[in-house]
């Protein structure tokens, strides 16, 4: 069967990639316990439910149909852990101690964070996903990998900005280690050429974005690079910003999110040259398996959106760190990911052997408007980042 077929399979046999605790069935001693810890409710929440489409697909994609790996199967459990680091360790506890040597997911940078050190303590494979502190790899341990991206890898297609030298860069992020990760990716990228910034932090329990939005327009930058993570109140800080006059003069720089704010950023930003990075949208890659994909999400009437890449690229991980180890060794799963390569659905991807980053294309978008409202235009493909 080719997997174009394959990937055609009905829905019942891929809902079944993704087993909540209640429902999973009784396990035979060789199964393969595969941990899934992430937002799917809060402010990450459509980041983790995108993620959770990609892996399901990508299970199944990956094991020809399967969900199995030499004969084993696959039983995944996922756990919501709404971005808290305690929710999420106490998880991550639990599936260690069931017997779980593989856990993935994870949206939020604070969580990857604190995960990480406890996979070097319980010696299991950890893949963290949307999460994208660069500290989460860059500082990390050897059973720590990633199939998202990073901070700086977000900004790699904004190494082309002009003028630069001697210009303010007025970095408007939430206080968190999401914010603070794109702080630290911005000035390393932008100090050297020259820029000169001033921070603007603002509390991540903020309703009232005004005095932050005015503080922002006051700054008299040249750009606004705009990092932030919260679904739920990117519209209202956007408009806030907007209102203020904070897009009047100074150009605005920022990562393009999920499906449900391109209307948002297309209306707020009409005018004012955004400059706007991106690590997936549908239709951004013609791989075969970008093509397998968005067949059978459209067959099955479900969505692509920001991190469904993220989970269909941890499924290649962990199939690929399974094939040929039937014991589940994890110093073997960490060989075997070390130096990877494939065609993913997002283009050709490659993990760092000395740094497990996820070395993958980048892209720099543009939003245009259509009957049905905006919708997102590659502008230009950075391959390779990270290498």
Known sequence: ?????????????????????????????????????????????????????????????????????????????????????????ATFKDMVGNGTKIIVGTASSGVALTLGPLA?????????????????????????????NSSTQDLAPLAGVKPIIGKKVVLFVEDNAFGLGNIAAARALMGPKGALFEEIKVPTSTSDFTPFAKKAADANGTYIFIAWSNALTAGAMLTSLKVQGAFKTQKPITGLAGAATYNIYGTLFEG???????????????????????TWFTTNKKSQDLFTSAGADAAKMIVA????????????????????????????????????????????????????????????????VGA
């Open 1 to 89: 069967m080719s997997k174009r077929s394959l990937s055609r399979l009905g829905i019942a046999v891929l809902a079944a990639a993704v087993i909540m605790p209640s429902m999973a069935p009784a396990q035979a001693a060789t199964d393969i316990k595969i941990g899934v810890i992430t937002s799917t409710s809060g402010p990450l929440g459509s980041y983790g439910l995108a993620y959770n489409d990609g892996l399901a697909w990508g299970l199944n994609y990956y094991t020809r149909g399967k969900m199995s790996v030499d004969g084993q199967k696959l039983v995944v459990t996922s756990k919501d852990d709404a971005a808290d680091p305690a929710s999420a360790t």
């Open 120 to 148: 070097a303590q319980n010696k299991v494979l950890y893949i963290s996903g949307p999460a994208k502190n660069d500290l989460v790899t860059s500082s990390a341990n050897k059973y720590v990998f990633r199939s998202g």
């Open 272 to 294: 004012t040259g955004a400059i706007m990075t991106n690590s997936y949208f549908a239709g951004v890659s013609k791989s075969a398996a970008a093509t397998d994909m968005a």
């Open 321 to 384: 760190a399974l094939t040929g180890n039937p014991s589940q060794n994890v110093d073997t799963m960490i060989s075997k990911l070390e130096g990877l390569t494939w065609l993913g659905v997002k283009g050709q991807m490659k993990i760092s052997a000395s740094s497990h980053l996820l070395i993958q294309p980048m892209f720099l978008v543009g939003l245009t408007k259509t009957e049905s409202g905006y919708v997102p235009v590659l502008q230009k493909t950075i391959s390779a």
